[in-house]
């Protein structure tokens, strides 16, 4: 499937482009993701020039994701969003209620069965009857730490297939006619690896995540 739409850049120079990844965009085609409309080919043809992806986020999931125009940036931007000194938050509508704010500290196995320390904070920024929308930090870098850490809480991201619960998700998609992932990242920043200021950059919640929200009943 080749996508025709137009990706939203929030920042681009000679070195970097950062864009707002729709959910349902893999980063990149493969075997296994062939019918879903790839963000690296998509952008490759609307930049015209070849690009270079430097971190991920999943199908489902939109939101700031970057990429360096050069090998030789790829490597330095790739260094400073793996640094402690980037900053990366998410929006996410998960089961339950919560405490205004905490965090979430168990370790997660990777994929050789090696548990890994895993930091992911949060705070509450509204409740909803049976749900919570929460404003997310992950501080270490495995793979699919918020939704493991939400499911391993009992907090159910909504939407989520692998980590959640299907009769929640068939709720969201009979009483809503939701069908994707309820998780967004909103806010990246780091350090440009060229010029040594901090980029901070922000993409809204996209319309289909607003307009469910304002479905909802307030706690």
Sequence with gaps: ???????????????????????????HRTKGASQFPAVLQTLRDQLGQRIYPVHRLDRGTSGCLAFALSSESAKKLQFEL????????????????????GQFDRELFNENKVKQKAL??????????????LELQIFTRR??????HLSYEGHHLIGDVQ???GWL??????????????L???????IHPYTGERLQLSCDLPKRLRDLLSQLDCA
């Design 1 to 27: 499937m080749i996508s025709t739409n137009t990706l939203e850049t929030l920042y681009q120079d000679k070195d970097l482009c950062i864009i707002n990844k729709p959910s349902g965009y893999v980063v």
């Design 82 to 101: 793996q640094s402690d000194t980037a900053i990366k938050k998410y929006t996410a509508l998960c089961l339950g209620h919560l405490e205004p704010e």
């Design 120 to 133: 992911t904070r949060y705070r509450v920024l509204q409740s909803f009857s049976q749900y919570s929308l």
């Design 143 to 148: 793979k699919n730490q918020i939704r493991r």
């Design 163 to 165: 980590y959640g619960k």
């Design 169 to 182: 998700n068939r709720r969201f998609r009979d009483q809503y006619d939701f069908h994707r992932l309820f």
């Design 184 to 190: 967004h990242c909103h806010y990246i920043s780091f």
